[in-house]
């Protein structure tokens, strides 16, 4: 379903780009046809191919955006929430991180502290490269 919707997604888009470049800008652009009946668009006036490309552009911009929302819930759909604050150790029978024995920094008591502090202690390694976690 999701490969369906991916490709009616780039055919929305790809006429999108087409129906934009189509419209007259002030500095003449891609338009087709420079009023007065004739060219291309010579079946419609140029204000009736306006109001036309205009309403185009609009139903096509409505359909860009619900695709948009429809791919990024079914993206969503069936993923649990995780965060990394869960997945991070416990420091083991210290409330407060250790003073560092060098000169303090500004990053004293991180994250690489606590691992160091953990390796030096031979307390629980961190999980080498590769295997599964859970």
């Known amino acids: 379903m999701q490969n369906v919707l991916i490709v009616i997604h780039l055919l929305i888009v790809i006429a999108l780009v087409g129906v934009v470049l189509l419209?007259?800008?002030e500095g003449g652009g891609l338009g087709m046809g420079s009023g007065g009946g004739g060219g291309v668009g010579g079946f419609m006036t140029g204000r009736g191919q306006a109001n036309a490309l205009t309403r185009a552009t609009a139903i096509l911009a409505g359909?860009?955006?619900?695709?948009s929302i429809a791919l990024?819930?079914?993206a969503t759909h069936g993923?649990?929430?995780r965060s990394i604050i869960d997945g991070a150790p416990a420091p083991a029978g210290t409330t407060a991180p250790a003073?560092?024995?060098g000169p303090s920094a500004p990053n004293a008591?991180?994250?690489l502290d606590q691992l160091r502090q953990m390796q030096n202690q031979g307390g629980s390694q961190p999980p080498q490269p590769g295997t599964p976690t859970r």
Request: charged share 10%; no cysteine; proline share 5%.
């Open 109 to 111: 008591g991180g994250v």
């Open 23 to 25: 419209q007259r800008s």
């Open 63 to 67: 359909l860009f955006f619900m695709t």
């Open 72 to 74: 990024a819930v079914m």
């Open 79 to 81: 993923r649990t929430q």
């Open 99 to 101: 003073a560092p024995s």
